[in-house]
Structure formats: C-alpha cells, structure tokens
C-alpha cells in the first residue's frame, strides 16, 4: 500500500463524517507501527509499505514450530506448500502465511 492510498483508507478516512486524519499524524502512525516491527517501507521514499499484523520474528517462531510439529525437519518444501498446502490447513488463523512476506 502506499502512503497517498492509506489517507483514503477506510482506516484513515471517514468518508461518512467527511473527516481524515492528515498526512502527518498518518505518518507518525506508520513510524510508530514500523518501531514495533509491524511495518516495512518498501522504498527509500517511504512512500509504500507493508503491515504485517506479526512480526518477522513471529512468523519465524510459527514456521519453526510448523516445521518441527509436522516432521518437515530437514526436508525440502515449497513456497507453494508452505502458503497453499493442504498441510497448513488445520493451523487455524497463523496460516497461510502471507506469500508477500514469505518471499
């Protein structure tokens, strides 16, 4: 997402009470998200972003505990798998991992 579509986000703008939030307390929003490690600018600009509603750190704890729980140690497996496979079905509302943050 980019900053100019967040403003007319339904997050940032309340298209029913004609009120936004302006362009500088959005930005302290994103820093402040990006501080807890639940963003990532995409760009130097800061212009595009990616909000991950976990951490790289937790999705890394859940793959690992995945991997371990399901006997995929020291096995190979796809990008495909691990964001479509039948076998992430049964992991509730941790999978599918996110094929934007996978890769």
């Not at 307390?25 to 807890?36: F, H, Y």
């Not at 130097?44 to 995945?66: A, D, H, T, V």
């Not at 399901?70 to 941790?94: K, P, R």
């Amino acid at each position: 997402m980019t900053v100019m579509e967040a403003q007319e986000s339904p997050l940032f703008n309340n298209v029913k009470l004609q009120r936004k939030l302006p362009m500088e307390s959005i930005q302290i929003v994103l820093e402040e998200l990006r501080k807890k490690g639940n963003l990532e600018w995409l760009d130097k600009n800061k212009s595009s972003f990616l909000i991950m509603w976990r951490r790289p750190e937790e999705w890394g704890k859940l793959i690992y505990q995945w991997v371990s729980r399901s006997g995929q140690n020291n096995s190979v497996f796809t990008l495909y798998e691990l964001t479509n496979g039948e076998d992430t079905e049964d992991e509730g509302n941790a999978f599918p991992f996110p094929r934007t943050f996978v890769i």
